[in-house]
């Protein structure tokens, strides 16, 4: 089991700046990648940004340039560091980590981005 806990969520102005973390704890040896996911209301779940242990990221084409992804792994936390947020960022990001026993979900934490 790997449970995960999101911090960093909050209300920005547009333009402005936020860092989201993400803190895995129980079998993190197990996790092979670790994602962000958002979701705004009455939208489908959406990838936003994944990291692979090996460094390897991916981003929505909506997040690219203005989205990193990181992660530190002695911390087993993943981090999404979000500039020039715009107010279609506002959703619940969700943190998951994929696992050789399957895939785990966070709890999500609100971005709002007022214009």
């Known amino acids: 089991q790997v449970q995960l806990v999101e911090s960093g969520g909050g209300l920005v102005q547009a333009g402005g700046s936020l860092r989201l973390s993400c803190a895995a704890s129980?079998?993190?040896?197990?996790?092979?990648?670790m994602a962000w996911y958002r979701q705004a209301p009455g939208k489908q779940r959406e990838l936003v940004a994944r990291i692979t242990n090996y460094g390897t990221t991916t981003y929505a084409d909506s997040v690219k340039g203005r989205f990193t992804i990181s992660r530190d792994n002695a911390k087993d936390t993943v981090y999404l560091q979000m500039n020039s947020l715009k107010p279609e960022d506002t959703s619940i990001y969700y943190c998951r980590a994929e696992s050789s026993a399957g895939g785990y979900w966070g709890q999500g934490t609100q971005v709002t981005v007022s214009s």
């Open positions: 129980g079998s993190t040896f197990s996790i092979n990648a």
